[in-house]
């Protein structure tokens, strides 16, 4: 099946600082992925979709400053936490669709999360 | 998007067939039935998709009754390993841009 991967898979970084996670569609072309956040025992949020060539869209309540995406490629989009904050600590998990014209019941693959501690 | 209602928390015990429902009152017309299991800090991975009636494949069943308005994922005989949260999210499959919401999933605990 399908391959999405994230990179890194954990990260710990200082308050003030930001970091990049990147996500990749390893053996599919995806013009739009998903970037989701989940904090412990909840379940996942929706933080915005990514389009290929052009500007992400953010859900309500998403800070657009603060949570840059970009899609750069068909496989790779990246999303960089701004001036992180211990709040902003969570799993990041992103998915995509490959979206097959011969398979009609072709769903979201999920990349494996990445684990931001924000100190 | 239609929004999905699922029991918060399940108990059963190993070699037990265990059924989760889910509602989904406002699933439109071209609409699937996609149920995920997660593990603790990994990304949700698809169990099986359904449209209508029944579907089975190598893990479990999904059972979709005629108004589609819920759906029931079958379990047969879960191990200790399927401890995890099980999602059910409504998805058209037509659209890579067709966002989906999650809810908040069944935890499903699995003992001796």
């Known amino acids: 099946g399908a391959v999405v991967s994230q990179h890194p898979s954990r990260v710990i970084c200082k308050s003030g600082t930001s970091v990049k996670i990147e996500c990749r569609s390893l053996d599919f072309q995806a013009t739009t992925m998903f970037w989701y956040r989940q904090f412990p025992k909840q379940s996942l949020m929706l933080m915005a979709t990514s389009n290929e060539g052009s500007k992400a869209t953010y859900e309500q309540g998403v800070e657009k400053d603060k949570f840059l995406i970009n899609h750069a490629s068909l496989t790779l989009s990246t999303l960089t936490v701004t001036s992180a904050h211990p709040e902003d600590s969570s799993f990041y998990i992103c998915?995509?669709?490959?979206?097959?014209?011969?398979?009609?019941?072709?769903?979201?693959?999920f990349g494996p999360g990445t684990r931001l501690t924000v100190l | 998007l239609a929004k999905t209602t699922q029991p918060i928390s399940m108990d059963s015990y190993e070699g037990q067939e265990v059924n989760i429902t889910c509602s989904h009152n406002?699933?439109?017309?071209?609409?699937?039935i996609t149920w995920y299991q997660q593990f603790p800090s990994q990304g949700p991975r698809f169990i099986i998709q359904?449209?209508?009636t029944k579907v089975t494949n190598e893990v479990a069943s999904l059972f979709i009754p005629a108004d589609r308005k819920s759906s029931t994922l079958s379990l047969p005989r879960v191990s200790l390993s399927d401890t995890a949260v099980y999602y059910c999210l409504v998805e058209s499959p037509y659209s890579s841009a067709s966002k989906i919401i999650f809810g908040s999933g069944t935890r499903l605990s699995i003992r001796p």
């Open positions: 359904g449209y209508k």
């Open positions: 406002n699933i439109a017309t071209n609409d699937y």
């Open positions: 998915s995509a669709n490959p979206l097959d014209p011969f398979n009609s019941t072709d769903t979201q693959y």
